[in-house]
C-alpha cells in the first residue's frame, strides 16, 4: 500500500524558510513522478513543484521558482521541499503527492486528480 507522511510544517515569519519532507513507502520510490501542492482554504490544490525521482526533471510553480528546491534522499525514499524567502501568501496546506506517469509527463500540467496518491498534509502558516 502506497503511503506519504509529511513532516516539517509550522509557523515562521516573513523572510523565514522551512523544510517539509515527504516519506514515501508501498511502491517503487525510484523513476516516479512526484508532486508538491498546497491549498487555501476554500480552495482548489494547486502545484507547486512536480518532479521526477528517476532523473533531472523538476518543475515549479511562478509563485515560488527561485525561492522553493525540492531535493531527495533516494536511501531514505524521502523528497524534501526547502522553502526560503517565505511570504504569508504562502500560507497553506502543504500536501505530497505521487502518480506513476512517466517522466515524460511529468510536469506541472498535471493536474491533483492525475496523482492517486496522497500524503495527510502539513500546514505552512507565514506572519507578516
Known amino acids: 500500500q502506497v503511503q506519504l507522511v509529511e513532516s516539517g510544517g509550522g509557523s515562521v515569519q516573513a523572510g523565514g524558510s522551512l523544510r517539509l519532507s515527504c516519506a514515501a513507502s508501498?511502491?517503487?520510490?525510484?523513476?516516479?513522478?512526484m508532486g508538491w501542492f498546497r491549498q487555501y482554504p476554500g480552495k482548489e490544490r494547486e502545484g507547486v513543484a512536480v518532479?521526477?525521482?528517476?532523473?533531472?526533471?523538476?518543475s515549479y510553480a511562478a509563485s515560488v521558482k527561485g525561492r522553493f528546491t525540492i531535493t531527495q534522499d533516494n536511501a531514505k525514499n524521502t523528497v524534501y521541499l526547502q522553502m526560503n524567502s517565505l511570504k504569508p501568501e504562502d500560507t497553506a496546506m502543504y500536501y505530497c503527492?505521487?502518480?506513476?506517469?512517466?517522466?515524460?509527463?511529468?510536469?506541472?500540467?498535471?493536474?491533483?486528480?492525475?496523482?492517486?496518491?496522497w500524503g495527510q498534509g502539513t500546514q505552512v502558516t507565514v506572519s507578516s
Open positions: 508501498g511502491y517503487t520510490y525510484s523513476s516516479r513522478c
Open positions: 518532479f521526477y525521482t528517476g532523473g533531472d526533471i523538476t
Open positions: 503527492a505521487a502518480t506513476p506517469f512517466p517522466a515524460s509527463m511529468c510536469n506541472l500540467g498535471r493536474r491533483p486528480a492525475d496523482f492517486p496518491y
